[in-house]
């Protein structure tokens, strides 16, 4: 049996990135189908890319995405290159003692870092990518939260989301031709505490939820937690950057999609070590990885945001 185990880590690394509690919001939804093709294997240049039929996209939407650039290529035969985007973890070093064993604890122990961050880093761009860029397209409402009739406030002055709001967000989604199948309402944790207080309409249904039972359905809504969603200027509606500080004026938004809208592909993953035998100068082992995966909308529609 061999003495290091981390060549037979990486199916438990992918697991535990695919299987993150932290985001829900892309549970159930099918991975397209297209083969991974990867270009420049093994050098700094190395892509995953796929192919996929334009009858499936709204170009426009790949082209002009606002999270981040998805290099995405139109050819004459109807099929669009999408290149995945690219996370890799820092190197960190680890010891000897650390890397015997491959026992699930043990691996999880070593590699959780690497997991939480990649994880971290493709739902906060996923979710970024997914929510509309501002109130500008009568398909994909943008909503302020008002506080209701009676002007609910936080400590700092934000107006509290109340039953009235998702009710009005509701009427403004039907009115926008938004889909009724499965409308995934991705509430930031500033809107889901909002909504713990109001006992008199939600009664227990949030206060008793938990991880891995059926999600809260109210107001035709399917209910969602995520920290990570992207901030609007409230003013202007428009979402902030992707990776810019929030600001006076910006406040975290609740994010909403219809599942049968949203294109996601998981590309490779890649784990890569060295031995501490093999580096005599600083006399450690040394890890880390890389993992491709790519989220965004079908078409320009059936979407919209609650700032």
């Known amino acids: 049996m061999p003495a290091n185990f981390p060549e037979i880590w990486l199916k438990r690394v992918i697991r535990n990135i695919d299987k993150n509690t932290a985001a829900t919001f892309l549970d159930g939804i099918p991975e397209l189908e297209a083969d991974v093709t990867v270009i420049n294997e093994g050098d700094v240049t190395e892509k995953n890319k796929i192919y996929v039929a334009t009858t499936d996209f709204d170009v426009d939407v790949l082209i002009n995405n606002t999270t981040y650039p998805i290099e995405a290529q139109v050819y004459e035969d ?12 820092k190197v960190v070093t680890v010891t000897d003692d650390a890397v015997k ?16 961050s990649i994880a971290k880093g493709k739902y906060k761009k996923a979710i970024h990518s997914l929510a509309p860029a501002d109130a500008s397209n009568a398909k994909m409402p943008v909503l302020v939260a008002t506080g209701g009739t009676d002007n609910l406030t936080d400590s700092t002055g934000r107006p509290r989301l ?12 039907d009115n926008a031709g938004v889909a009724e199948e499965v409308r995934r309402l991705v509430l930031c944790e500033n809107h889901w505490n909002d909504l713990l207080l109001d006992r008199k309409n939600f009664g227990n249904q949030l206060v008793d939820y938990v991880k891995g039972k ?8 399917e209910l969602h937690k995520y920290g990570g969603n992207p901030y609007y200027t409230v003013a202007t509606k428009v979402k902030k950057a992707y990776g810019s500080v929030p600001g006076a004026g910006d406040r975290q938004a609740s994010v909403l999609f219809v599942t049968t809208n949203v ?3 998981t590309g490779t993953t890649k784990q890569y070590f060295a031995k501490a035998e093999n580096d005599p100068e600083n006399q450690t082992n040394r890890m880390n990885y890389r993992h491709y995966f790519v989220a965004t909308r079908f078409q320009n529609k059936d979407a919209g945001a609650i700032i």
Request: glycine share 6%.
């Open 78 to 89: 109807g099929t669009v290159e999408i290149t995945l985007d690219k996370y890799q973890t």
């Open 101 to 116: 064993g491959a026992s699930y604890d043990k691996i999880d122990s070593v590699t959780k870092s690497h997991t939480n």
């Open 162 to 173: 109340t039953y009235e709001d998702l009710v009005e967000f509701k009427s403004m989604c």
């Open 214 to 221: 059926p999600n809260p359905m109210i107001a035709g809504f």
């Open 263 to 265: 294109a996601k592909k």
